[in-house]
């Protein structure tokens, strides 16, 4: 009997259990395509992390041990590629003596060996004069006012000074790290680098300190930087603790003679954290589309499930018991599970290839097959779900006769009874609230632990607000249809003329399959506009980075110590391409003990090159707060730490010492605080200030620009880039913003967001389109029988397309409607709890206008074309499709 | 065939009677579906004439051509060989011939709409305003004793009452000429007899021709003429009992 029903339903119901296969087929693919980009970003990170790493260990070496057996016991270690000694030595100051003499405070001195450039490629950048000797750090080469060829002394604790000639000015892009205080406790390391740090080769570094290692111990110590072998496993978390275990077995068989600086270890703590967020994005981004998939197998299993009662009754009343019927139902299911998940797998790998250049599931072998296994077992669950649960419920709750029922007089559903839709609105209201009282963290990684905590809490305030708004809009629309049949009458007119009050009565029976199939486009809708929105409002924050990072499209950077004044920027001004140009001062300013970088804008034009977001201040618009800091140039915009820290009010006196420019020393400058400046183009993560330049100008006597911020209208930027680095040879640094785009990190940057979203983007276009077309063209073809004896009633063509047209107009306006409404809600909900996920986080969601037309377009497009096919269809004789049904 | 074969049209827009009263003729009428080896020829080589008032039980065994000739005269479907006129009916909207009622074999009320707006719907099809075609309606339903009824889904109904609803969709398109394919094939015999009774009423007011299809003898008893058909050819047609010629 099973072989029988199973061959009818392949060859009689082939369309239905294809269209039934292909929903499962989607809701796998869209999981099993999730489980590469999982695979995918993770390894990415981890690879990342690995490669941004200038050292990936440094070893100190405790107190009184001597460092060779050491370096034999991390050179045994094959993990090693190079492991060099460096030595570290405090200094008392440094003083270089020019036109005035200038003298630091307390400052490290390095010791380098030859190699280490070399071994280490990314620790050091030369910015003048030589790579190698001698070299200064950046900030100090500006505090001392030295630069290459100049000589300076170097404070030794007990000692007489020693006197060096500088070869270099570098820059330290890992200082963090570098000057790291190895082995300290979580939360204990210095808040940031020394301000003055000196490189030495190795021997003059030995001739200098070895007498005070001697005197002062405390005072020297020696490390060693390591590069170990990147073959890392590619989750990072795996990686993670793959890494800290060899760190720590380095420092178990060196008997305590050694403290590991896992900086390789951080790095990849910072990535398991992406990985987290991935894992985030995965539940926000891909979890509805599958759901949204397995609703829409529901769905078209639920179109034939007239026709399944009808087909159960006739077996029943042929002596077919309620278990054969349900093993029969069993068999429909299973075949449509299995078809749809071995498509749908078949289709993710091909997926997988073309977006993430994978067709694995997995970064390992057993996530692989678990990813697999999972998808595929997803899919015979929603094919069990959505055939055999109804199948097996209406053979067991409903008698024969019931059974052939097709329309009914129903009551409202049980959620609807109970007002489930309110108390999930509700819920999701409460968890948005309790989200937003720990400002939407949803990652928390405690430094140094094992452990990662996700906050997958806070994905249930979009879900409960989505299917909420879902099941709202299923009772509106059950309420329109039903007792507001009159208005959509009205409404059908222009389509079904005089007819228009029957299709209404028609729809107005059938309220509840419309109303399902209307919330279904909906939810396709609305899970297409807001992935669509968060990943234009990604794209465009990701744009505001790169944008705050370079500052412009072409940023011109002068050397520390050069005095180039605004006069340049016509010489830039002139370069062909050159639609702008901005200068920008660039000054160190002491707040109190605190060192902070101070930018001098011009209030009036610097709009004008770079762009400036509202949601960079606080406490005014940037239009607001660039007039303040016109009309009253003693204003000055800070940031919220240190308002906090200072405990200012917006009018506060704030004295800042700046740097005169005839004298060199340090001046005191009166400021008054207007607003808190949060972010600004070139200007650094933690602390600054914005003041007006010329006010700047006029206190220090100096004009001397640090940047010229280049508009180039975003056009030919590299060309126009090159054009300058020509005219103004190794003078200054020039950036562009194309090339900080690629390099720029924002900490989900390493996730492969744009290979996940072209995916999510293409999935979500095609549920909204099988939502709206596949349920209409099912729930068509359900009342063939209706349209043919409509003909054989003597209906006209017109007529008929005013019984279809109507039904695919209200499904069409009515998913649209509700999509849009409830796209937009959850948008703005979704890019409030991932907040974390930006950077910088953005003011409002970026609506992606293209795609939403996109989306709409072809919605509707698929529903004309399925109404047109299906009064094409009805013109066939009607007694030959009676005598067929 | 033609639909203009006949005298001047009549007030309500149908022509008027030919002399011979014919409504319907049929000229070596043939069906034959598909083609090739497997073609099934349903009618071959039928003619008769459908006279006004006509009282017509079509019989013949399964599958003999009945329903496809009664399709074939209700201008549901085309001939394939021969001709067919409607002399005494002239042309309907949509290309179909004028004021013919159709009953079906099996339920052919509309699930999703009540009982007074499956029979109004014809009438509304026809371009008649929708309120007229509501008073139509009720009208009709009272008439076939089913008025009660108007708001009821067909689901909600028995199967004489669905038929008897079926009935009053007809009665209310005043047809001159009413088809019946098996009215009460899925009825019980009683039920079957009153749907009889209620069609031979509606078309005595209605002053219309009826063709009824049925195997039940009894139901055929009704019924002053008696066409009998036999692989798809028209074999005798009678007048009453013990009186089949041949057509």
Same mark, same amino acid.
């Given at each position: 009997?099973? +072989?029988?029903?199973?061959?009818?339903?392949?060859?009689?119901?082939?369309?239905?259990?294809?269209?039934?296969?292909?929903?499962?087929?989607?809701?796998?693919?869209?999981?099993?395509?999730?489980?590469?980009?999982?695979?995918?970003?993770?390894?990415?990170?981890?690879?990342?992390?690995?490669?941004?790493?200038?050292?990936?260990?440094?070893?100190?070496?405790?107190?009184?041990?001597?460092?060779?057996?050491?370096?034999?016991?991390?050179?045994?270690?094959?993990?090693?590629?190079?492991?060099?000694?460096?030595?570290?030595?405090?200094?008392?100051?440094?003083?270089?003596?020019?036109?005035?003499?200038?003298?630091?405070?307390?400052?490290?001195?390095?010791?380098?060996?030859?190699?280490?450039?070399?071994?280490?490629? @990314?620790?050091?950048?030369?910015?003048?004069?030589?790579?190698?000797?001698?070299?200064?750090?950046?900030?100090?080469?500006?505090?001392?006012?030295?630069?290459?060829?100049?000589?300076?002394?170097?404070?030794?604790?007990?000692?007489?000074?020693?006197?060096?000639?500088?070869?270099?000015?570098?820059?330290?892009?890992?200082?963090?790290?570098?000057?790291?205080?190895?082995?300290?406790?979580?939360?204990?390391?210095?808040?940031?680098?020394?301000?003055?740090?000196?490189?030495?080769?190795?021997?003059?570094?030995?001739?200098?300190?070895?007498?005070?290692?001697?005197?002062?111990?405390?005072?020297?110590?020696?490390?060693?930087?390591?590069?170990?072998?990147?073959?890392?496993?590619?989750?990072?978390?795996?990686?993670?603790?793959?890494?800290?275990?060899?760190?720590?077995?380095?420092?178990?068989?060196?008997?305590?003679?050694?403290?590991?600086?896992?900086?390789?270890?951080?790095?990849?703590?910072?990535?398991?954290?992406?990985?987290?967020?991935?894992?985030?994005?995965?539940?926000?981004?891909?979890?509805?589309?599958?759901?949204?998939?397995?609703?829409?197998?529901?769905?078209?299993?639920?179109?034939?499930?007239?026709?399944?009662?009808?087909?159960?009754?006739?077996?029943?009343?042929?002596?077919?018991?309620?278990?054969?019927?349900?093993?029969?139902?069993?068999?429909?299911?299973?075949?449509?599970?299995?078809?749809?998940?071995?498509?749908?797998?078949?289709?993710?790998?091909?997926?997988?290839?073309?977006?993430?250049?994978?067709?694995?599931?997995?970064?390992?072998?057993?996530?692989?097959?678990?990813?697999?296994?999972?998808?595929?077992?997803?899919?015979?669950?929603?094919?069990?779900?959505?055939?055999?649960?109804?199948?097996?419920?209406?053979?067991?709750?409903?008698?024969?006769?019931?059974?052939?029922?097709?329309?009914?007089?129903?009551?409202?559903?049980?959620?609807?009874?109970?007002?489930?839709?309110?108390?999930?609105?509700?819920?999701?209201?409460?968890?948005?609230?309790?989200?937003?009282?720990?400002?939407?963290?949803?990652?928390?990684?405690?430094?140094?632990?094992?452990?990662?905590?996700?906050?997958?809490?806070?994905?249930?305030?979009?879900?409960?607000? +989505?299917?909420?708004?879902? &099941?709202?809009?299923?009772?509106?629309?059950?309420?329109?249809?039903?007792?507001?049949?009159?208005?959509?009458?009205?409404?059908?007119?222009?389509?079904?003329?005089?007819?228009?009050?029957?299709?209404?009565?028609?729809?107005?029976?059938?309220?509840?399959?419309?109303?399902?199939?209307?919330?279904?486009?909906?939810?396709?809708?609305?899970?297409?506009?807001?992935?669509?929105?968060?990943?234009?409002?990604?794209?465009?924050?990701?744009?505001?980075?790169?944008?705050?990072?370079?500052?412009?499209?072409?940023?011109?950077?002068?050397?520390?110590?050069?005095?180039?004044?605004?006069?340049?920027?016509?010489?830039?001004?002139?370069?062909?391409?050159?639609?702008?140009?901005?200068?920008?001062?660039?000054?160190?300013?002491?707040?109190?003990?605190?060192?902070?970088?101070?930018?001098?804008?011009?209030?009036?034009?610097?709009?004008?090159?770079?762009?400036?977001?509202?949601?960079?201040?606080?406490?005014?618009?940037?239009?607001?707060?660039?007039?303040?800091?016109?009309?009253?140039?003693?204003?000055? &915009?800070?940031?919220?730490?240190?308002?906090?820290?200072?405990?200012?009010?917006?009018?506060?006196?704030?004295?800042?010492?700046?740097?005169?420019?005839?004298?060199?020393?340090?001046?005191?400058?009166?400021?008054?605080?207007?607003?808190?400046?949060?972010?600004?183009?070139?200007?650094?993560?933690?602390?600054?200030?914005?003041?007006?330049?010329?006010?700047?100008?006029?206190?220090?006597?100096?004009?001397?620009?640090?940047?010229?911020?280049?508009?180039?209208?975003?056009?030919?930027?590299?060309?126009?880039?090159?054009?300058?680095?020509?005219?103004?040879?190794?003078?200054?640094?020039?950036?562009?913003?194309?090339?900080?785009?690629?390099?720029?990190?924002?900490?989900?940057?390493?996730?492969?967001?744009?290979?996940?979203?072209?995916?999510?983007?293409?999935?979500?276009?095609?549920?909204?389109?099988?939502?709206?077309?596949?349920?209409?063209?099912?729930?068509?073809?359900?009342?063939?029988?209706?349209?043919?004896?409509?003909?054989?009633?003597?209906?006209?063509?017109?007529?008929?397309?005013?019984?279809?047209?109507?039904?695919?107009?209200?499904?069409?306006? @009515?998913?649209?409607?509700?999509?849009?409404?409830?796209?937009?809600?959850?948008?703005?909900?979704?890019?409030?709890?991932?907040?974390?996920?930006?950077?910088?986080?953005?003011?409002?969601?970026?609506?992606?206008?293209?795609?939403?037309?996109?989306?709409?377009?072809?919605?509707?497009?698929?529903?004309?074309?399925?109404?047109?096919?299906?009064?094409?269809?009805?013109?066939?004789?009607?007694?030959?499709?009676?005598?067929?049904? | 065939?033609?639909?203009?074969?006949?005298?001047?049209?009549?007030?309500?827009?149908?022509?008027?009677?030919?002399?011979?009263?014919?409504?319907?003729?049929?000229?070596?009428?043939?069906?034959?579906?598909?083609?090739?080896?497997?073609?099934?020829?349903?009618?071959?080589?039928?003619?008769?004439?459908?006279?006004?008032?006509?009282?017509?039980?079509?019989?013949?065994?399964?599958?003999?051509?009945?329903?496809?000739?009664?399709?074939?005269?209700?201008?549901?479907?085309?001939?394939?060989?021969?001709?067919?006129?409607?002399?005494?009916?002239?042309?309907?909207?949509?290309?179909?011939?004028?004021?013919?009622?159709?009953?079906?074999?099996?339920?052919?009320?509309?699930?999703?709409?009540?009982?007074?707006?499956?029979?109004?719907?014809?009438?509304?099809?026809?371009?008649?305003?929708?309120?007229?075609?509501?008073?139509?309606?009720?009208?009709?339903?009272?008439?076939?004793?089913?008025?009660?009824?108007?708001?009821?889904?067909?689901?909600?109904?028995?199967?004489?009452?669905?038929?008897?609803?079926?009935?009053?969709?007809?009665?209310?398109?005043?047809?001159?000429?009413?088809?019946?394919?098996?009215?009460?094939?899925?009825?019980?015999?009683?039920?079957?007899?009153?749907?009889?009774?209620?069609?031979?009423?509606?078309?005595?007011?209605?002053?219309?021709?009826?063709?009824?299809?049925?195997?039940?003898?009894?139901?055929?008893?009704?019924?002053?003429?008696?066409?009998?058909?036999?692989?798809?050819?028209?074999?005798?047609?009678?007048?009453?009992?013990?009186?089949?010629?041949?057509?």
């Amino acid at each position: 009997m099973i +072989w029988i029903w199973l061959h009818g339903l392949i060859h009689r119901r082939t369309p239905r259990m294809a269209a039934a296969a292909a929903g499962v087929a989607v809701a796998v693919a869209l999981l099993a395509c999730l489980g590469a980009f999982l695979a995918a970003s993770k390894a990415t990170m981890t690879a990342r992390a690995a490669s941004g790493m200038a050292v990936d260990w440094q070893v100190q070496v405790t107190g009184g041990t001597d460092p060779s057996p050491v370096l034999g016991a991390v050179r045994a270690d094959p993990a090693t590629r190079q492991a060099l000694l460096v030595g570290f030595a405090q200094t008392t100051g440094l003083t270089y003596t020019g036109q005035t003499t200038q003298t630091t405070g307390s400052g490290a001195v390095l010791g380098l060996p030859d190699a280490y450039s070399r071994a280490f490629p @990314g620790e050091i950048r030369t910015l003048t004069g030589s790579g190698t000797g001698v070299l200064l750090a950046q900030q100090t080469a500006a505090n001392l006012h030295a630069g290459p060829g100049d000589t300076i002394s170097v404070g030794r604790a007990g000692m007489a000074p020693a006197r060096v000639r500088v070869d270099g000015v570098v820059d330290l892009p890992q200082a963090d790290s570098l000057f790291q205080k190895v082995g300290a406790p979580p939360g204990s390391q210095p808040s940031a680098p020394p301000d003055n740090v000196l490189l030495l080769p190795q021997a003059l570094w030995h001739q200098l300190f070895d007498p005070q290692a001697r005197t002062r111990p405390d005072l020297v110590t020696t490390q060693i930087h390591i590069r170990r072998s990147h073959a890392l496993p590619s989750d990072p978390a795996a990686a993670y603790t793959a890494i800290t275990a060899a760190a720590r077995n380095l420092e178990a068989r060196t008997a305590g003679g050694a403290v590991v600086g896992n900086n390789l270890g951080a790095a990849l703590d910072s990535a398991r954290q992406d990985a987290a967020y991935a894992q985030i994005l995965f539940l926000f981004l891909g979890l509805p589309g599958a759901v949204l998939a397995g609703l829409l197998t529901a769905a078209i299993a639920g179109a034939g499930a007239t026709r399944r009662r009808r087909e159960q009754a006739l077996l029943r009343t042929r002596g077919a018991s309620v278990r054969q019927v349900t093993r029969l139902a069993a068999v429909e299911a299973a075949v449509v599970g299995i078809a749809g998940s071995v498509v749908g797998l078949a289709g993710a790998a091909l997926v997988g290839r073309v977006a993430f250049g994978s067709a694995r599931f997995g970064a390992t072998t057993a996530t692989a097959v678990a990813w697999t296994a999972g998808a595929a077992v997803a899919g015979l669950v929603i094919a069990a779900l959505t055939v055999l649960v109804p199948a097996h419920r209406d053979a067991r709750a409903t008698t024969v006769s019931a059974g052939r029922l097709t329309v009914g007089r129903t009551r409202a559903p049980g959620w609807s009874r109970y007002g489930l839709d309110f108390v999930l609105l509700a819920a999701a209201g409460a968890v948005f609230a309790v989200t937003g009282r720990n400002g939407y963290q949803l990652v928390l990684a405690p430094e140094g632990q094992p452990t990662i905590s996700v906050s997958y809490w806070a994905f249930a305030g979009p879900a409960l607000l +989505w299917l909420g708004t879902g &099941l709202l809009a299923w009772r509106l629309y059950d309420l329109l249809l039903g007792p507001g049949r009159r208005l959509v009458g009205a409404g059908l007119r222009p389509l079904a003329g005089g007819l228009s009050g029957t299709v209404a009565a028609g729809m107005a029976r059938q309220r509840r399959l419309l109303a399902r199939s209307i919330v279904l486009l909906a939810l396709a809708v609305a899970f297409a506009a807001s992935t669509a929105t968060f990943n234009s409002t990604y794209r465009r924050q990701a744009e505001v980075d790169a944008w705050l990072t370079n500052g412009a499209d072409v940023t011109v950077t002068e050397s520390p110590g050069a005095s180039v004044g605004p006069d340049q920027a016509r010489r830039l001004a002139a370069v062909p391409g050159v639609k702008s140009v901005e200068p920008l001062q660039h000054r160190f300013a002491y707040v109190g003990s605190d060192l902070q970088d101070l930018y001098g804008v011009r209030p009036g034009t610097i709009r004008r090159a770079t762009a400036l977001q509202d949601a960079y201040f606080t406490g005014g618009t940037a239009e607001q707060l660039t007039h303040t800091l016109a009309v009253r140039p003693d204003s000055i &915009l800070v940031s919220a730490e240190t308002v906090k820290d200072f405990q200012l009010r917006p009018g506060d006196l704030l004295n800042l010492r700046l740097q005169n420019g005839r004298t060199k020393q340090f001046t005191t400058v009166p400021f008054h605080y207007v607003g808190v400046v949060n972010e600004f183009p070139t200007a650094p993560k933690d602390s600054f200030f914005v003041a007006n330049a010329s006010y700047v100008a006029q206190k220090t006597g100096s004009a001397t620009i640090g940047a010229f911020l280049v508009d180039t209208g975003g056009q030919h930027i590299a060309s126009v880039a090159h054009r300058i680095r020509t005219l103004l040879g190794p003078t200054a640094t020039v950036t562009d913003l194309a090339t900080t785009r690629r390099v720029v990190g924002s900490s989900l940057t390493a996730v492969d967001l744009a290979g996940l979203t072209r995916v999510e983007l293409t999935f979500a276009l095609l549920l909204a389109a099988a939502s709206g077309g596949l349920v209409l063209a099912l729930g068509l073809a359900e009342r063939r029988r209706t349209f043919a004896i409509a003909t054989a009633l003597g209906a006209s063509r017109r007529q008929l397309r005013g019984f279809v047209s109507g039904e695919a107009a209200a499904l069409a306006v @009515g998913g649209l409607v509700a999509g849009a409404v409830i796209g937009a809600l959850v948008s703005q909900m979704l890019v409030k709890v991932l907040t974390g996920v930006f950077d910088p986080p953005p003011s409002t969601p970026t609506v992606p206008w293209p795609y939403l037309t996109a989306l709409g377009s072809i919605t509707v497009a698929t529903l004309a074309a399925v109404a047109a096919a299906a009064v094409r269809l009805a013109r066939r004789p009607a007694v030959q499709v009676l005598r067929e049904l | 065939m033609s639909l203009r074969d006949g005298a001047a049209a009549r007030a309500d827009g149908a022509p008027a009677t030919p002399a011979d009263g014919a409504l319907v003729r049929c000229v070596n009428v043939a069906r034959t579906f598909g083609t090739g080896p497997t073609a099934v020829v349903a009618v071959h080589d039928v003619s008769c004439t459908v006279p006004s008032g006509a009282r017509v039980a079509l019989m013949g065994p399964s599958g003999s051509g009945k329903s496809t000739l009664l399709h074939l005269i209700a201008g549901l479907d085309a001939p394939t060989g021969g001709t067919i006129a409607w002399p005494g009916l002239g042309a309907g909207p949509n290309g179909r011939p004028g004021p013919i009622g159709v009953i079906f074999q099996g339920p052919s009320l509309i699930p999703t709409l009540d009982v007074t707006e499956n029979v109004a719907l014809p009438l509304l099809f026809a371009g008649i305003p929708a309120q007229d075609a509501a008073a139509r309606a009720s009208a009709a339903l009272d008439r076939v004793g089913i008025a009660d009824l108007g708001p009821k889904l067909p689901e909600e109904l028995s199967g004489g009452q669905a038929q008897r609803a079926a009935v009053a969709r007809v009665i209310a398109g005043r047809p001159r000429l009413i088809l019946a394919d098996e009215p009460t094939g899925q009825l019980d015999h009683e039920t079957g007899g009153h749907v009889i009774s209620v069609l031979l009423t509606a078309a005595e007011e209605l002053g219309a021709a009826l063709i009824v299809t049925t195997h039940d003898a009894q139901i055929a008893a009704r019924l002053p003429h008696r066409w009998t058909m036999r692989d798809g050819g028209l074999a005798t047609r009678g007048a009453g009992p013990g009186d089949d010629r041949r057509p």
